[in-house]
C-alpha cells in the first residue's frame, strides 16, 4: 500500500473513531438507554469499522451497544483508538487541522461534534435527547459545556481559532443566546476532515493556478542564486507570522514566474496566482475573502502570486491591507516602486539570464545545428530560458518540416516574436533601401559603415575583450541624423537595419509626449524597455521637438521639462541597443545630449552631381522610363532626396494617363515644377526651358 493510501486508510479509521466516541458521549448524557445501535447504524461507518477494524472480534466490539455500566470503558476504549492512530507520521487531518489553525483541546472537541453531527445521523438524535439540549437536533456551544471537560469560553470568541478561521457556521436568529445557537461545521472543513483537500469553492473563481513549466536542472546560474537566497530566507522565518512578502523587481514577469514557482515547488507550496483587481472592495467581504486564503495557505499549503503593476492608489490601499494580514508566501511581481507595507519583505531583482547565460541556452537548445547562431542570437535578443527553448525547437520543426535554411529561418521566427511587445508603441518601417540605393559623400557612408560594424561585433568587444567590465553605461549605439528635410536620415536608417537584418521603429512622439507630469518617463521607459528586449532600432525623428535645450527653471513646468530630458539622457546611455536620432535642428539640441552620442552624422544638401546620381537611381527597373532622359538638365534642379522622389512619383502617375504609358523628360519637368512651387521656391524659366520649347513644338 502506498504512503498516501495508508495515510488515507488511517485518516479513516481515526476519524470514525473520533464519530464513536462523541456518540458514546452524548449517549452517557441521555438519562433512557438508547436502543442497539448496530440495527441502524448508517452505512457510511458500518463500512468505516468494518474496513478499519484489523478482526471481525473487534469490529463487533466497536459496533456493540455499552451497557449503562460499561460505557465509560466504551468511550474510553474509543479514545485510546484515537490517541493510538494519532501517533501515526503524519498525524489524521483533525490533528493536522489543531495544529495548523491553532485549536485548544476543548476547540478540536467542539469541532469533532459537529463533524460527528455532519456525518453520522444517530448523533443528531442524540443531541436532541440530552437534557439540556432538548428538541434540538444539533450541536449547540452549551452542549459542548456539559458534553466535555476542561470548558473554554474563550472556543466563543470571534477572535478564537472557531470563529476566526471560519470553521464553523452559527445560525443565531433573533435574541437567541449564542451558547443556544445552532452549529454546523463548514463544508470544506468536513470534507478536509475526510482526507478531501481542494481549495474552498468561494476562492475558486477568484485565483488560478500558476500554469508554469518547472526546469530547475537547467536554470542559469544567475537566477538559480535568486531562488536560493529566496528559499534561505524563507526557511530562515520561524514561524508565519515573521514569512517576508517576497517583491520581485524588474521587467521580466516570465523569469519571476519562473523563480516564484521553483521556490514554491521547493518548499512544497501550490503556487496560485491572483489579479489584484477581484480583490473584494466590502469591508466584509475582504474580511472574508483574507481569512479564508490565510486558512487555505495553511491547510493545502499555499503560495500566492501577484501582480502589481499598473494599480491606482486606491487599489495599492487595498492590496496592502491584504498583505498586511496575510500570513502565508506571498510573490509580488513588480517592477520598480514599493508597496508601502508594514509587513517584514524582500526585495530582489529578477533578470532575464545573461547574455553569455543565453548563448549557453542557444547551444544547448540547438543542438548542434548552427556553431555561430548562439552568440549572434544572444548579443541581438532578450529571451527568457523559456522562450528560448521554444523558439529552438519551433525553428529546427520548421526547418525540418519546409527545408528552409536553418539560420534563415531560426533568425526570423526570433525577430517576429520579438517585435511583439514594440508593435504596440511604435510604428515599424519596412525597410527596403539597401547601400546601391543611399547616395552620399565618402563621409557619410564610411560612418554610417562604422555604425553598422559596431553593432555586429559589439559582443566581440564587450563581452570577449571584457570591455562591459569596465563600463556601466554606453553599452549601446546612438547616433544623431541631421540635415534638412528630404537629405536622406530616413533610408540611411532603413540602410542600417537593411543590413543587418533587423526592425526599425519610427518613434510617435505624440504618443510619447504627454502634458501630464511623469507620464512622459513612463511612456518612454515602457518604449525602452520593450526595444531592450526585441533589440530594434529606434528612430526618433524631429528629435529636437524631445531632446530639446535644458531651459532655466522659471517655473513647475521647466523643472519637469527638464527632468524629462535629463531622464532621455540616462535612459539613452543605458539603453544597449542602436538608437538613431533625426533632426534638422542641430543648433536645438541639448550640448550634454550631444556629448553622449557616439556618433554625429550630418547629410548635406546634395550637390551636382550627387543630384544626378538621385536621379539615376529613383526609378525603378521595371518602370517604363524614356532612354532620352537628360540627367544632366534635372541634376540642375536644386532638390534634395525626398524631393527628387515625390517628383519621379508625380511623373510616374502623369504617364499612367498617357497612351504611349512613358516617363518621359516634359512629365517629370511638370512634376519638378509643381514640386518647386509647392516647396515655395523661385521657379526660374531658365529651369524649366526644355519643357516651354517642347511644349510651343
Known amino acids: 500500500m502506498s504512503g498516501q493510501a495508508n495515510w488515507a486508510d488511517i485518516n479513516n479509521r481515526h476519524l470514525a473513531a473520533v464519530i464513536v466516541w462523541i456518540r458514546l458521549r452524548l449517549q452517557r448524557l441521555i438519562p433512557v438507554a438508547q436502543p442497539p445501535v448496530t440495527q441502524e447504524e448508517p452505512k457510511m461507518l458500518r463500512s468505516w469499522f468494518r474496513s478499519n477494524c484489523t478482526t471481525e472480534k473487534e469490529e463487533k ?12 470503558e466504551a468511550i474510553e476504549r474509543a479514545r485510546q483508538k484515537i490517541l493510538e492512530l494519532e501517533k501515526n507520521n503524519p498525524p489524521p487531518a483533525l490533528s493536522l487541522l489543531a495544529n495548523h489553525l491553532g485549536l485548544s483541546e476543548f476547540d478540536r472537541n467542539i469541532l469533532a461534534l459537529c463533524a460527528a453531527v455532519a456525518l453520522d445521523t444517530r448523533a443528531t438524535a442524540h443531541c436532541a435527547r440530552v437534557p439540556d439540549n432538548l428538541k434540538r437536533p444539533y450541536p449547540t456551544f452549551a452542549l459542548a459545556f456539559a458534553l466535555f471537560e476542561n470548558p473554554d469560553w474563550g472556543s466563543l470568541s470571534p ?17 437567541q443566546p449564542l451558547t443556544n445557537a445552532a452549529l454546523a461545521i463548514d463544508e470544506r472543513i468536513v470534507n478536509y476532515l475526510k482526507g478531501l483537500n481542494y481549495l474552498d469553492d468561494r476562492l475558486t473563481p477568484l ?5 508554469i513549466q518547472i526546469i530547475e536542472d537547467r536554470l542559469p546560474p544567475s537566477q538559480h542564486q535568486i531562488v536560493d537566497t529566496i528559499i534561505a530566507n524563507l526557511k530562515f522565518s520561524n514561524d508565519w507570522s515573521q514569512i517576508p512578502v517576497i517583491e520581485l523587481l524588474g521587467r521580466d514577469s516570465a523569469s519571476k514566474r519562473q523563480v516564484a514557482g521553483i521556490v514554491s515547488a521547493a518548499l512544497g507550496l501550490d503556487l496560485k496566482t491572483i489579479s489584484f483587481r477581484v480583490l473584494p472592495d466590502h469591508t466584509g467581504d475582504f474580511e472574508t475573502f483574507t481569512r479564508l486564503w490565510n486558512r487555505e495557505s495553511l491547510l493545502m499549503p499555499l503560495a500566492l502570486y501577484i501582480e502589481v503593476d499598473g494599480m491606482a492608489d486606491s487599489e495599492k490601499t487595498k492590496l496592502k491591507r491584504f498583505l498586511e494580514r496575510n500570513s502565508g508566501v506571498v510573490f509580488l511581481d513588480i517592477q520598480d516602486t514599493k508597496t508601502g507595507m508594514t509587513r517584514n519583505h524582500l526585495s530582489i531583482e529578477v533578470s532575464k539570464p545573461t547574455a553569455a547565460e543565453q548563448q549557453q541556452i542557444w547551444i544547448k537548445a540547438l543542438k548542434g545545428k548552427s556553431a555561430d547562431q548562439p552568440q549572434r542570437l544572444a548579443e541581438q535578443f532578450s529571451f527568457d530560458q523559456n522562450e528560448i527553448l521554444r523558439l529552438a525547437k519551433r525553428a529546427l520543426n520548421q526547418a525540418a518540416d519546409n527545408g528552409f535554411e536553418f539560420n534563415h529561418t531560426l533568425w526570423q521566427i526570433c525577430r517576429t516574436t520579438a517585435r511583439e511587445g514594440m508593435d504596440q508603441l511604435a510604428q515599424r518601417i519596412d525597410v527596403k533601401a539597401d547601400w546601391e540605393q543611399l547616395v552620399l559623400p565618402p563621409e557619410q557612408k564610411a560612418l554610417l559603415q562604422q555604425i553598422t560594424d559596431q553593432v555586429e561585433h559589439r559582443n566581440k568587444v564587450y563581452e570577449e575583450w571584457g570591455f562591459r567590465q569596465l563600463m556601466n553605461r554606453g ?10 528635410s528630404g537629405t536622406g536620415k530616413t533610408m540611411a536608417a532603413e540602410v542600417i537595419a537593411n543590413a543587418l ?19 512622459t518617463e513612463k511612456n518612454l521607459r515602457k518604449l525602452f524597455d520593450a526595444a531592450e528586449d526585441s533589440g530594434a532600432f529606434l528612430f526618433f525623428d524631429e528629435a529636437d521637438a524631445l531632446f530639446g535645450k535644458r531651459s532655466e527653471v522659471k517655473d513647475s513646468h521647466d523643472r519637469y521639462a527638464n527632468i524629462e530630458i535629463n531622464y532621455l539622457l540616462q535612459r539613452m546611455e543605458s539603453y544597449r541597443g542602436l538608437a538613431i536620432l533625426a533632426t ?5 539640441l541639448d550640448k550634454a545630449f550631444l556629448r553622449r552620442l557616439r556618433f554625429i552624422v550630418d547629410f548635406p544638401f546634395p550637390d551636382l552631381e550627387q543630384r544626378k546620381e538621385l536621379w539615376q537611381k529613383v526609378f525603378p527597373s521595371s518602370a517604363p522610363v524614356d532612354e532620352h532622359l537628360d540627367f544632366e538638365h534635372l541634376a540642375k534642379l536644386n532638390l534634395t532626396g525626398g524631393n527628387i522622389h515625390n517628383i519621379a512619383l508625380n511623373a510616374a502617375f502623369l504617364a499612367a494617363q498617357q497612351p504611349d504609358g512613358k516617363i518621359t523628360m516634359p512629365l517629370i519637368l511638370n512634376a519638378a515644377r509643381a514640386e518647386s512651387k509647392k516647396l515655395g521656391h523661385t521657379v526660374k524659366k531658365s529651369d524649366f526651358q526644355w519643357l516651354d520649347v517642347k511644349e510651343a513644338q
Do not use: C, T
Open 584 to 588: 534638422n535642428m542641430k543648433s536645438a
Open 501 to 519: 537584418n533587423l526592425d526599425l521603429y519610427r518613434i510617435d512622439l505624440s504618443a510619447v509626449v504627454s502634458k501630464y507630469i511623469g507620464e
Open 475 to 484: 553599452l549601446g549605439v546612438n547616433a544623431l541624423f541631421s540635415g534638412e
Open 159 to 175: 477572535h478564537g481559532p472557531l470563529r476566526y478561521w471560519r470553521l464553523l457556521e452559527i445560525n443565531q436568529p433573533g435574541a
Open 61 to 72: 466490539k466497536m459496533l456493540a451497544p455499552p451497557a449503562s455500566a460499561s460505557i465509560d
Open 207 to 211: 485565483i488560478d493556478p500558476m500554469n
